[in-house]
């Protein structure tokens, strides 16, 4: 349990690192992905936004590590307990590395049929989300990195659980056939799509995934509700404009204040409207029309 909480400190500390040294970058969309890579590769002060989603592993571990008091429960609850974390959150590798040991000391219980259905349903889970390869103990579906990068054009890359993938590089993954899966799909130009289900049923998704950024240099809005990339982060448009997310330019400033002011506005124009007219009080006016004819 010791080497677990030395393990999770260690990589706590490396995560706050990160976030302190690279501030991310979101690429608005329409913009060029070459420009904003590019940009990217001249500053290393700065991250792109995926990179920097991918960082954020999952802080729940302690839940993971509580299943430990539970080791002498009965077979069913116990793997009934594991059953529910797996639900409700995706697995840093810590957490699944930890979750194989339980299962192999679960295994050495004496299970029924039923039980040992579900072990070897956890167990390729979690060997699964481990490696991305194919395991004796389950069925496993092999897709190209090419393949799923046509389901979804906007993405930059995939995390399965908590191991992240580029949709950009060669290669291919191996996931267990009917297993569910946390999958998170990432991109520097929209938000993040969360999803829970085998990777046959994610493919039948028609995702409308909403940007990051929308307006231009001059003006714009973002719907960033991260408290940490609202405060570090900036936003590409193009080389010579990039923006802090902190305080992002939603009007100019001219027509900024006529609209915050505008009650203001109406009060004065009227004021100067009655001022002009109680001064032409009994005065004489006359048109001249000679100029229109």
């Known amino acids: 349990m010791k080497t677990f909480f030395l393990l999770i400190t260690a990589y706590f500390h490396a995560h706050v690192a990160l976030a302190q040294t690279a501030r991310p970058l979101i690429q608005a969309a329409g913009t060029s992905p070459q420009a904003y890579q590019q940009f990217l590769g001249q500053h290393s002060g700065m991250t792109s936004v995926t990179d920097y989603l991918a960082s954020i592993k999952a802080s729940n571990d302690e839940k993971i590590y509580a299943l430990a008091d539970h080791l002498e429960d009965p077979a069913d609850q116990l793997l009934g307990e594991i059953e529910n974390l797996h639900q409700e959150m995706a697995m840093s590798e ?16 004496t299970l029924s049929p039923s039980q040992r259905k579900h072990w070897q349903y956890l167990s390729c889970w979690v060997d699964s989300s481990l490696a991305f390869e194919d395991s004796p103990l389950c069925k496993t579906e092999k897709s ?4 799923l990068q046509k389901y979804f054009p906007w993405a930059e890359g995939i995390q399965v659980e908590n191991r992240f993938i580029r ?14 899966y946390h999958f998170q799909i990432l991109s520097n130009t929209h938000k993040a799509v969360h999803f829970f289900g085998t990777l046959a049923q994610l493919k039948q998704q028609s995702f409308q995934p909403e940007t990051w950024i929308s307006g231009n240099c001059d003006e714009f809005s973002t719907t960033v509700d991260d408290f940490t990339l609202q405060e570090q982060g900036a936003v590409f ?6 923006q802090s997310l902190k305080n992002p330019i939603r009007k100019s400033s001219v027509k900024r204040w006529a609209q915050e002011n505008k009650s203001w506005l109406y009060a004065g124009g009227a004021f100067v409207l009655g001022a002009i007219v109680y001064g032409m009080k009994n005065k004489k006016l006359v048109i001249d029309t000679s100029g229109l004819q």
């Not at 949709?167 to 569910?180: F, K, M």
């Open 94 to 109: 810590n957490a699944l590395l930890f979750l194989r040991d339980l299962l192999d000391k679960a295994e050495a219980k």
């Open 167 to 180: 949709l950009q590089s060669q290669g291919q993954i191996a996931v267990a056939l009917s297993v569910t």
């Open 144 to 147: 190209q990195l090419s393949e």
């Open 237 to 242: 448009f193009f080389f010579f404009c990039v």
